[in-house]
Each structure stands twice: as C-alpha cells, then as structure tokens.
C-alpha cells in the first residue's frame, strides 16, 4: 500500500459515519460555542423585534386615524342635508347626499375671489422665501463660524415669537409705508413670516450634499455663484420643494394677518371669508361651512399628493463614490 492510499484510508476513516454523511474538508472552521449562543439568541430575539415592529405599526395607524378623523368627518358633513346636521344620532355616511351645501357656499361668499387672493399670496411669497433663503442656507452651512451660529440660533429663537406680540409693531411699519389693506403688503409679511423655517430646512439639506462635489467643480474651475447654481441647487431639488410646499402651505392657511391686515372684501383670503359663514350671535351656518372649508383644504392636499415623490425621491444616491 502507497503513502497516498494510507493516507486516504486515515481520512476515510476519520470521517462520520451515516446514511447522506459527507468527509469534512480540512481547513474547514468549526462552530464554536459563541456561535450558537449568538444564534439562540437571535431565534429568541425574533418574537421581541416582531412585537416591537407589531406595536410600531399599531402606534401609525392610530395617529393616521388621529388625523384623517377630522377630515373624514368634515367630508361628511359637507354632503348632509339639513335634517342630518340637526340630527341627535350622527352617522358617518350620510343617508341623503346632497350638493346643495356647495351652491349655498358659493351663493352666500365669495368663494372663488377669496382663493384667488389665497393662491396669489401663498405662490409669491413661496417664490421669494425660497429664492432669499436658498444663498443665505448655502452661507450658513458651509461658511461656519460664530457669526453662522449666532444667526443660525436667532432663527430658531424667532419661531417662538408669538404672533400678538409682532402684530402692532409690524401694523404701524405697514402703515407707514402706505401698505395696510394691500396685497403686496400681506405678502411680504408672509415672505418675513416663513423665512426664518425655510432657511433652518434650506441649510439642513445644504450640509447633507457632500463637500467633495463642489471641490470637484472648484477644481474644474467653476466658482462660488456657479457651484450653486450648477451643482448645489440641482441636488437641493427635493429640500426646495419640501420647503416650498411648508411655505405654500403657511400661507394658504394662515388666518391672523390677513384678518388685521386686510380690510376690504375683494383683496381679503378664504380663511377669513370662511368666519362670514358665522352668525351674528356665533351661530354656523354648518353645511355650506363644511362644503367651504373642504374646498379650501383641497388645493393643499392635492399639491402635496402631486410632489409627494420629489419630496422623499433621494436624488443623492450615487452621486459620490466612495
């Protein structure tokens, strides 16, 4: 017998025996104690990570329910008749629709003006937030020093500032400059107003583009103004839409300003148009209030239902290889 055939004879035999058994290779690493440890307690962290993402899920679908409830409820009540809205047992689906709420709304107000003053103060001053707050983030994120931080600090600082307290003070700067009762008055206190957030979202999303892009762009000879227009602003895309929609939004809702601000009835907004559907004595005129207040809150779901996909696109991915 040759050395080959002892030697396999001593691996033949050195192997387990049993019906489907296969030789082990040499240098094949066996499963030390640890490993099964490790692997017993991932099969019995199992259930715990499943209970969690369970509950995870349940905590979702309650607060979507928190919020679609009102919603639902004023879509409902925008198609009752009468006799439903006085009813002691409400249902959820009317028995009866109607569309008579939605002629009386327009019959009683103004509805269509109002929008269309809404519509024109929300889109301009989205415009002008975004195009001030676009430079002054790219500033704050890339340039930091004191100065970034001392002002990054004041924007927080200043969304606390309720609206009372700058109200008079912002009536009389109005007024002085021949602004109050004026559209382009009450857009640029919006401009003001939702300035400050768009630049706190605008420098989030400046300092998650990576450096080496616009080093890159450097190198090839562009400069700073260039950098931001070719390079930055593209991937900003989805922040700049994000934030312009938070202040189209804010504008489109806001009541406060516009019922100090605004006096006449052609130049004045729908959510102060929407406070006529009240009686003198506080009494609502429920139905054609609810079919007015689901128009106005229309425009708003609809926009952010049509860019919902630029908002959570990720338009990064890939741009810079590691």
């Known amino acids: 017998?040759?050395?080959?055939?002892?030697?396999?004879?001593?691996?033949?035999?050195?192997?387990?025996?049993?019906?489907?058994?296969?030789?082990?290779?040499?240098?094949?690493?066996?499963?030390?104690?640890?490993?099964?440890?490790?692997?017993?307690?991932?099969?019995?962290?199992?259930?715990?990570?499943?209970?969690?993402?369970?509950?995870?899920?349940?905590?979702?679908?309650?607060?979507?329910?928190?919020?679609?409830?009102?919603?639902?409820?004023?879509?409902?009540?925008?198609?009752?008749?009468?006799?439903?809205l006085g009813s002691m047992h409400p249902t959820w689906i009317p028995e009866a629709p109607t569309l008579e709420n939605f002629r009386q709304a327009f019959a009683q107000q103004p509805l269509l003006a109002a929008a269309g003053n809404s519509l024109l103060a929300a889109a301009v001053s989205a415009l002008l937030a975004i195009l001030l707050a676009t430079p002054m983030a790219y500033v704050l994120a890339r340039f930091r020093n004191r100065l970034s931080r001392a002002a990054t600090g004041w924007v927080v600082i200043s969304q606390a500032f309720p609206l009372v307290l700058v109200i008079i003070p912002l009536f009389l700067i109005l007024k002085g400059l021949h602004l109050v009762d004026s559209r382009i008055g009450l857009i640029m206190v919006y401009v003001v107003w939702s300035l400050p957030f768009a630049l706190w979202m605008l420098t989030g999303y400046v300092r998650a583009i990576p450096r080496e892009l616009e080093e890159a762009a450097a190198v090839d000879g562009a400069g700073r103004l260039r950098t931001l227009v070719s390079v930055t602003a593209p991937l900003l895309a989805p922040g700049l839409v994000a934030t312009a929609l938070f202040a189209f939004i804010t504008a489109w809702n806001e009541f406060f300003f516009a019922l100090v601000l605004l006096k006449s009835p052609e130049k004045q907004t729908l959510p102060v148009v929407l406070t006529h559907f009240l009686g003198a004595e506080g009494v609502a005129d429920l139905g054609p209030l609810a079919a007015a207040a689901l128009l106005a809150t229309l425009p708003s779901l609809l926009l952010f239902a049509a860019i919902q996909r630029r908002i959570t696109g990720g338009m990064l991915a890939g741009a810079v290889k590691n």
């Open 1 to 84: 017998m040759t050395a080959t055939e002892s030697t396999g004879g001593s691996e033949r035999s050195s192997a387990p025996r049993g019906a489907g058994s296969a030789p082990v290779p040499r240098g094949t690493p066996r499963r030390t104690s640890t490993a099964r440890r490790t692997s017993t307690s991932r099969r019995r962290a199992t259930p715990r990570r499943t209970a969690t993402r369970a509950g995870q899920y349940a905590a979702l679908l309650g607060y979507l329910a928190f919020l679609a409830f009102p919603f639902l409820w004023l879509l409902s009540t925008a198609f009752k008749p009468p006799r439903e």
